[in-house]
């Protein structure tokens, strides 16, 4: 069973980067996609982007789209959020997530979740 914490979440200025990491225990790491998802208060958490098992596929959402990039390190067990221009609009927790679905947009296709951290954008 793999278990996930984010961390590097925190309180940066419009137009900053930020890059969160997501650990994950456990020797089942590589067999999962990995995506990461986002919830603003009063709103339903969303789909920021996924990685496939290898690191060779990349799936972002159009907001996030040239801003956004997924990378992982299977050798690490982590996955990585690397956030550039941030916009207050993306003030969020942000949590990651495994699958070994294909599915990768959807977040009831994916078994296991971090506990969040959150990113807040100050204009």
């Known amino acids: 069973q793999v278990q996930l914490v984010e961390s590097g979440g925190g309180l940066v200025q419009a137009g900053d980067s930020l890059r969160l990491s997501c650990a994950a225990s456990g020797r089942s790491f590589s067999y999962y996609a990995m995506g990461w998802f986002r919830q603003a208060p009063g709103k339903e958490r969303e789909f920021v982007g996924a990685i496939n098992w290898s690191g060779g596929s990349t799936y972002y959402t159009d907001s996030v789209k040239g801003r956004f990039f997924i990378t992982r390190d299977n050798a690490k067990n982590t996955v990585y959020l690397q956030m550039n221009s941030l916009k207050p609009e993306d003030t969020a927790i942000y949590y990651c997530?495994?699958?070994?679905?294909?599915?990768?947009?959807?977040?009831?296709?994916?078994?296991?979740w971090g506990q969040g951290t959150q990113v807040t954008v100050s204009s």
């Open positions: 997530a495994a699958t070994k679905s294909v599915l990768f947009r959807s977040d009831s296709s994916y078994d296991l």
